[in-house]
């Protein structure tokens, strides 16, 4: 009896701690945005690698409809107020300015964030050309959200214009 009262808490035991020990999904990153150069956006950003592409995941809000430019920019410094200080975009190939799909980008090139009429984005996107850390990594970068949408050739930063959000990417 009392043996097995045991074996039975123990059981539970490793079922919760397995259960709050096991990840979702592999390591990642996170960004809590800031607002920039006047706007009311508010958001996070999430980066994880998915089978040697980065999963970029974002919930924002208090953006205008439509598309809007969406890097990582080579600095981890959100402190000026219009984002200047994060720099140009995250280029670890020395590539042009360019579409996301294609290989001449610059690393730190993603897709558009799509606002809906409400002013939110659900977003989730993979790329290539970026990982957490190492020479490619987005750790200690920053993301940011600008007021238009990257045209996806213009140099050096898609014409997208300002930098409206912009937040420090850290590993989680
Ligand atoms: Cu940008
Ligand atoms: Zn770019």
């Given at each position: 009896?009392?043996?097995?009262f045991?074996?039975?808490l123990?059981?539970?035991?490793?079922a919760?701690?397995?259960?709050?020990?096991?990840?979702?999904?592999?390591?990642s990153a996170?960004?809590?945005?800031?607002?920039?150069?006047?706007?009311?956006?508010?958001?996070?950003?999430?980066?994880?690698?998915?089978?040697?592409?980065?999963r970029?995941?974002?919930q924002?809000?208090?953006?205008?409809?439509g598309?809007?430019?969406?890097?990582?920019?080579?600095?981890?410094?959100?402190?000026?107020?219009?984002a200047?200080?994060?720099?140009?975009?995250?280029?670890?190939?020395?590539?042009?300015?360019?579409?996301?799909?294609s290989?001449?980008?610059?690393?730190g090139?993603?897709?558009?964030?799509?606002?809906?009429?409400?002013?939110?984005?659900?977003?989730?996107?993979?790329?290539?050309?970026?990982?957490?850390?190492?020479?490619?990594g987005v750790?200690?970068r920053?993301v940011?959200i600008?007021?238009?949408?990257?045209?996806?050739?213009?140099?050096?930063?898609g014409?997208?214009?300002?930098r409206?959000?912009?937040?420090?990417?850290?590993?989680?």
């Amino acid at each position: 009896m009392k043996p097995r009262f045991v074996f039975v808490l123990g059981a539970l035991a490793a079922a919760l701690l397995g259960a709050c020990a096991t990840p979702v999904s592999g390591p990642s990153a996170s960004a809590e945005l800031l607002a920039r150069s006047g706007s009311t956006v508010s958001g996070s950003v999430r980066f994880s690698e998915v089978s040697g592409r980065m999963r970029i995941e974002a919930q924002v809000g208090g953006l205008t409809p439509g598309e809007h430019g969406f890097h990582v920019h080579e600095a981890g410094d959100c402190s000026a107020a219009d984002a200047s200080s994060a720099k140009g975009h995250f280029n670890p190939a020395g590539k042009a300015h360019g579409h996301y799909g294609s290989t001449e980008r610059h690393g730190g090139d993603m897709v558009n964030l799509v606002a809906n009429a409400d002013g939110t984005a659900n977003y989730s996107v993979e790329v290539s050309g970026l990982s957490l850390t190492g020479p490619t990594g987005v750790v200690g970068r920053s993301v940011v959200i600008h007021a238009d949408p990257d045209d996806y050739k213009s140099q050096p930063a898609g014409n997208s214009g300002k930098r409206i959000a912009c937040g420090v990417i850290a590993a989680r």
